[in-house]
């Protein structure tokens, strides 16, 4: 079992940054997860953000954040982060960290075991 624990959502202007957190408890070393983010608007699916690879090493971006949005992670502190720049109206959403006992940079939520609880980010104008 893996538990997840989002942090750092809020308001925030158009235009703004926020640095979500996602820190991880877990009977198994937080090294052995890819690691990912999702978010979920109102009314729509949940749409996969970014994931980075068990070392950190290779990152995967969904193409609406590529260059906005930069995830990372700290094995040491069991924690992933995404960090968001140039943030837009439509970057609201309520925003999961998931994570995935596979290999790889995997984009599908099937791959993805455990979620957090989920942090809302609204962004205004």
């Known amino acids: 079992q893996v538990q997840l624990v989002e942090s750092g959502g809020g308001l925030v202007q158009a235009g703004g940054s926020l640095r979500l957190s996602c820190s991880a408890s877990?009977?198994?070393?937080?090294?052995?997860?890819?690691m990912g983010w999702f978010r979920q608007a109102p009314g729509e699916e949940r749409d996969f953000l970014a994931t980075?690879?068990?070392?950190?090493?290779?990152?995967y971006y969904a193409d609406s954040v590529k260059g906005r949005f930069t995830i990372s992670r700290d094995n040491a502190l069991n924690t992933v982060y995404l960090q968001m720049n140039n943030l837009k109206i439509e970057d609201t959403a309520v925003y999961y960290c998931?994570?995935?006992?596979?290999?790889?940079?995997?984009?599908?939520?099937?791959?993805?075991?455990?979620w957090g609880q989920g942090t809302q980010v609204t962004v205004s104008s």
């Open positions: 998931a994570a995935a006992p596979s290999l790889g940079t995997p984009a599908s939520q099937r791959e993805y075991h455990y």
């Open positions: 877990s009977g198994r070393t937080f090294s052995s997860f890819v």
């Open positions: 980075i690879t068990r070392s950190g090493a290779i990152v």
